[in-house]
């Protein structure tokens, strides 16, 4: 296939995305809220919201996979996100409109794929801008063809430990769980398929896993508080398969920014890496 840039700059929408606390409560489950101590995530009453719900389902339901700039999509890998929250989301029932932009389209090189960095921009039902996401993908496909070298987004960690180290586990049904209202890919469920993707196995969502951090943020970083989280960005660097342990680092850099990453415990495989957060 060949890349579309006449497509670059050109915007989609507005599109609409309704939610509901059931949707908010599916979520939380399919990213390992557990009702012992996360409660507030999953039921309705004073419900609150794990802010990585927004880049998780724009970023399936109408972003990179309908907005067709000349990718082949079987060849194609979520590469990273950015997201940035312009002020909390706290209603639980709502629609969040949005347009889509394909930013740019980099060559990471011969055998190395394009990159291309599309964005959404969401306002709520009063018309305030909400957020920005901008989401990274790869081609693989398609390097090599003279185009510009993508911009590099350096994240550096303290020589020291961790401030502090979140242990959990990805469980065997969590793919299931997930893919019902985010991401069908059967990749995540079908054997089958996984072994023609080269995988031993079905292997879990990278956004699956991003939840998971978040959590993990929010317990050290902003305990009760997910709407304190402003900004996240984070680079997906590992496969991780269904049931194992994952642990999450933090580094507290000052007391509004940290950085993090998340590790499979049992291998020390970095399945996220070069990840940031903000505060509000």
């Known amino acids: 296939m060949s890349l579309k840039f006449d497509v670059i700059g050109k915007k989609k929408g507005p599109l609409s995305l309704e939610y509901n606390w059931n949707k908010l409560a599916l979520y939380a489950l399919s990213v390992g809220a557990n009702v012992e101590g996360e409660l507030e995530y999953v039921y309705e009453k004073n ?21 067709e700039y000349g990718q082949s999509l079987p060849d194609t890998l979520h590469f990273g996100f950015d997201i940035d929250y312009h002020k909390p989301i706290t209603k639980t029932e709502g629609r969040i409109d949005y347009t889509i932009e394909l930013l740019d389209i980099y060559d990471r090189g011969e055998g190395r794929g394009s990159l291309a960095e599309i964005q959404a921009e969401a306002f709520d039902e009063e018309g305030d801008k909400v957020f920005t996401l901008v989401t990274r993908d790869i081609d693989m496909s398609t390097g090599g ?42 990749l995540h469920i079908d054997p089958d398929f996984a072994k023609l993707g080269g995988f031993d196995k079905p292997i879990i969502m990278g956004m699956c896993t991003v939840g998971y951090a978040c959590r993990a943020l929010i317990k050290t970083l ?26 999450t680092q933090i580094w507290k850099i000052d007391d509004h920014r ?9 291998t020390g495989d970095v399945v996220l890496n070069f990840c940031e957060v903000e505060l509000f």
């Open 47 to 67: 419900m609150k919201i794990i802010p990585t719900y927004w880049a998780a389902i724009l970023g399936f339901e109408e972003f990179t996979d309908s907005y």
């Open 145 to 186: 063809f003279g185009g510009q070298k993508p911009p590099k987004y350096p994240v550096e960690y303290p020589e020291r430990t961790p401030d502090f180290e979140v242990a959990d586990h990805i469980g065997p049904n969590q793919a299931a769980i997930y893919r019902i209202d985010n991401d069908p890919n059967i």
């Open 222 to 247: 902003c305990p009760g508080r997910p709407e304190a989280i402003k900004a996240l960005k984070v680079r997906f660097t590992n496969t991780l398969e269904l049931d194992n342990p994952v642990k």
């Open 258 to 266: 940290a950085v993090f990453r998340l590790l499979n415990a049992k």
